[in-house]
């Protein structure tokens, strides 16, 4: 990949706290099966792993979760799952990086043309990238 992989991680990770609001059942099998297919599950923590494992089993029988600190370790445990997941994806980190440039540059386009942006500034040698244009702005 030739996006820093110091910086892959914090943008896409940024991309799913803003996306990721509420965990469901569906959510977690199918975040769970999309890491075990691309062989990223074993990557995980082992910690968040059986979290992952557990609220399964937990949510299966019927019943859910009434702590706030108990769903948002399920949320950051899904997010690390899915930000090893994305990170593969070159078509997803066009896209969040397209959308960084446009959002500096102050254009508002499509999905199709973020993902176009996006892969133009990472086929661009490293030393004829601006800086400015992956600058944080939040």
């Known amino acids: 990949m030739l996006i820093p992989p110091e910086e ?18 569906q959510l977690i099998i199918s975040v769970r099966r ?23 089993q937990y949510l299966r029988r019927g019943l859910r979760f009434r702590s706030p600190r108990a769903l948002e370790m399920l949320r ?15 078509r997803f980190m066009a896209f969040i990086i397209g959308s960084r440039i446009a959002r500096a540059l102050g254009r508002v386009v499509r999905a ?7 892969i133009q500034w990472l086929n ?15």
């Open 76 to 90: 950051e445990a899904v997010i690390e799952v899915l930000t090893l997941v994305l990170m593969r994806s070159v």
């Open 34 to 56: 999309r890491a075990i297919r691309l062989g990223v599950w074993w990557r995980v923590n082992p910690l968040r792993r059986g979290l992952l494992e557990a609220s399964i």
């Open 8 to 25: 892959a991680p914090a943008l896409v990770m940024e991309f799913l706290e803003r996306s990721i609001k509420v965990v469901s059942l």
């Open 124 to 138: 661009t040698p490293p030393e004829y990238r601006t800086r400015h244009a992956l600058e944080m702005q939040s």
């Open 112 to 118: 199709v043309e973020l993902i176009a942006i996006g």
